[in-house]
């Protein structure tokens, strides 16, 4: 089954205006300390390690974690918004397996005409 990714943000801005995004990721974070009571078998680790926030193909946010970050870990962060775009946050786990949440963000000028984020002068 699928893990479930939640990403959560204003989707219309206005330019320059600060945006929170809240993220939550479904995943049972194995520390690798716990043993099995019955067999005394190790659960080997799995966590998500890294988390990295794209805004238009351009970082914005990243962070490792370590076996101390709870089961389906919460992240919230903000960032300035000039151009409307893509926002796009990775997880990654110990065995190098990303899953992506992905949202588009509209951003409006004084006169509410939303600002791509391509020039058109030539």
């Known amino acids: ?5 939640k990403l959560k943000y204003k989707e219309i801005v206005n330019e320059g205006e600060l945006v929170q995004v809240k993220t939550l990721a479904e995943h049972e974070m194995e520390s690798g300390v716990r043993r099995d009571e019955k067999t005394g078998v190790i659960y080997p680790r799995l ?4 988390v990295i926030a794209r805004y238009n193909g351009k970082t914005i946010f990243k962070a490792n974690w370590f076996s101390g970050v709870s089961p389906n870990p919460y992240l919230s962060f903000y960032f300035k918004a000039e151009k409307s775009g893509l926002i796009e946050v990775e997880w990654e786990d110990d065995y ?3 899953t992506f949440k ?3 963000l509209k951003v409006l000028d004084k006169n509410g005409n939303e600002i791509l984020p391509v020039s058109h002068s030539i």
Not at 47 to 50: D, L, S
């Open 1 to 5: 089954m699928q893990k479930q990714r």
């Open 47 to 50: 966590i998500i390690y890294k």
């Open 96 to 98: 190098s397996k990303s």
């Open 102 to 104: 992905r949202g588009y």
